[in-house]
């Protein structure tokens, strides 16, 4: 094989959406069964904690209703699960229990393509649930600024990092169990800490720039923008920031993959 | 034109085992060739090898002229691989499992969809197109796989183990649809550990063992320099009875191998067997075999 397994990423999109390809007609297949939770648990978030909870949440500042609040925080949060489920969960059964990279990389695909396929498939259920999610809070009249028309593009974006995470996980895996270690030290903490539910200045300096390394933050808060339409140099440093991440973490990911697969 | 399969000193090390240990051999347009071996000879390292998705430790390995070493994504264009595991993708139809294989290959859907219908017309699978592949039995999923290796039309075709855990009639279908392969030109590399299927299928034999070729050659040639023509089989636990028929058996142009309770000797022709005398109920005579090379070659020990 020409490449040694540390070489960069061999990007080539015209043999990656061959195996995205795949994915997607077996997507087609179960839509229905799929698309359903994609919408399910974001509402449930948003009644129980927006509608809910948020009746006896009031800022001190003018930040609006508690409900208009994590409602972008919601997409941000949920395009990242469906990102990164998709590239653990899924991306380990069709690698280790359906061994059908094997399959794959016996045709003109090779491993970079197989990573790469996977990872904008992972992108793109990021896109559907950003997608979904905004369509219903723009019909519960959240949406403020036609600027959130660009949200799904930047979800395909940020979902390609997330994708990678998952892939990064998956790399390592030696089972499923592997991935609760991931959702407990690594997504959890997000979900909670990255502002999608409460304002990150409420924290100590320290921590809340801690909180700004982890990618959700700068993701949440950029969503956050372009649904109000008022948008600052944060938005462009988040989006900088998470391009030169997903750049590292992908491929850290793909290595890690090849080491596993070349044999 | 260039040699399908060159292969030149051929090494392959993991990470705490040496797989093949130097390997050089010449694949012929249009020949079945065959690796036979028992478990860990190395004949599955050789074909990931060629197939480019297992890199060579050292050695050079060509397809049509091109090395392994640069033009993977060309040769893997020309190749049909069937793997020894079952990789067929649960979550697709039996109709799309070669659709969207084809589509790695870079057909488009409509191309892919009816090259599809077309190869499970010629593997007798079309009226289980709607079919999930759990729904098939071992021989229908054996020549899905086999079709899907085709799918792409390759001039050169490796099959690991084609047959391994097929009954008698999956087996024989198998064997059918690779003779129609070689009538049509393709060229076969294919392991197995199946004498018959060596025998019935390949032009040229390599006999692996321990990560080295030990012989090569015709069935014909190989069963006549280390078997002979005729082979007498002697089983018996009483180890005198052996000992008697091995002392019988001896001659300058044979030779007698014993293992606990059998005797096999080798070499003799039928006028020098006619003149000896044996007890004929434990005694079997029979003409030689590949499974005689076989063991001749690699020994009787267990691999694995």
């Not at chain 2, 090395?67 to 793997?83: C, F, H, M, N, Y």
């Not at chain 2, 057909?107 to 079309?126: I, K, V, Y």
């Not at chain 2, 999956?170 to 393709?186: D, I, S, Y």
């Not at chain 2, 001896?250 to 022709?269: C, K, M, Q, R």
Request: charged share 20%; with cysteine; aromatic share 10%.
């Amino acid at each position: 094989m020409a490449t040694a397994t540390t070489a960069l990423p061999r990007i080539s999109v015209r043999h990656g959406v061959r195996v995205w390809r795949r994915n997607w007609a077996v997507f087609r297949r179960f839509a229905i069964a799929e698309v359903g939770p994609i919408a399910v648990e974001p509402l449930l978030v948003l009644g129980a904690l927006g509608v809910g909870l948020g009746t006896y949440v009031t800022f001190s500042d003018d930040r609006g209703s508690y409900l208009a609040f994590i409602a972008p925080g919601i997409i941000g949060a949920y395009s990242m699960f469906a990102a990164f489920f998709e590239c653990t969960y899924g991306s380990y059964t069709r690698m280790d229990i359906q061994r059908l990279y094997n399959a794959m990389i016996a045709t003109p695909l090779g491993i970079d393509d197989v990573f790469l396929g996977e990872a904008l498939w992972g992108a793109t259920r990021a896109l559907f649930s950003a997608t979904i999610i905004l369509i219903v809070i723009s019909l519960l009249g959240f949406v403020d600024s036609p600027l959130a028309l660009v949200i799904p593009v930047f979800a395909l974006l940020v979902g390609l990092l997330f994708a990678s995470v998952g892939l990064l996980f998956t790399a390592f895996a030696v089972s499923y169990w592997t991935f609760n270690y991931a959702i407990s030290l690594f997504i959890f903490p997000m979900y909670f800490f990255s502002g999608v539910f409460f304002p990150l200045d409420r924290y100590p300096e320290l921590i809340e720039r801690i909180a700004w390394i982890l990618p959700l933050t700068p993701y949440v808060a950029a969503i956050r923008e372009l649904v109000v339409g008022q948008l600052t140099l944060t938005t462009l440093w988040a989006v900088l920031y998470l391009i030169a991440l997903t750049a590292v973490i992908y491929s850290v990911a793909l290595i890690k993959m090849r080491h596993r697969l070349i044999r | 034109m260039d040699a399908p399969v060159v292969a030149r000193d051929l090494v392959k090390t993991y990470q705490d085992l040496i797989a093949v240990r130097g390997v050089s051999f010449s694949v012929e347009p249009g020949e079945c060739f065959g690796f036979l071996g028992p478990n860990g000879a190395g004949k599955t390292s050789v074909l990931r090898m060629i197939g480019c998705v297992s890199p060579v430790t050292s050695g050079n390995l060509w397809v049509n002229g091109m090395s392994v070493k640069t033009d993977e994504r060309q040769i893997k264009a020309l190749l049909g691989i069937v793997p020894q595991e079952e990789s067929l993708d649960p979550d697709l139809s039996v109709l799309n499992n070669l659709a969207i294989y084809a589509g790695y290959f870079g057909m488009s859907g409509a191309e892919g969809q009816r090259r599809a219908l077309e190869s499970l017309d010629e593997f007798q699978l079309l009226d289980r197109s709607t079919s999930q592949v759990d729904e098939l039995s071992g021989g229908m999923k054996r020549r899905l796989l086999i079709a899907r290796g085709l799918i792409n039309r390759p001039p050169i075709v490796l099959l690991d183990e084609p047959t391994t855990g097929l009954d008698p009639q999956a087996r024989h279908a198998v064997w059918r649809n690779l003779r129609t392969l070689k009538r049509a030109g393709v060229t076969l590399l294919l392991s197995t550990h199946h004498m018959d299927e060596a025998a019935v299928l390949c032009d040229r034999i390599v006999v692996m063992h321990e990560g080295h070729i030990v012989d090569e050659g015709t069935p014909r040639d190989l069963i006549g320099r280390h078997a002979g023509e005729t082979v007498v089989e002697v089983h018996s636990d009483d180890p005198s009875v052996l000992d008697a028929a091995a002392t019988a058996l001896t001659a300058p142009n044979s030779s007698v191998e014993t293992t606990e309770d059998a005797l096999y000797a080798f070499g003799l022709s039928a006028e020098e067997i006619a003149l000896i005398e044996l007890d004929h109920t434990q005694t079997v005579v029979r003409p030689a075999n590949l499974e005689d090379v076989f063991f001749r070659l690699t020994g009787r020990g267990l691999q694995d």
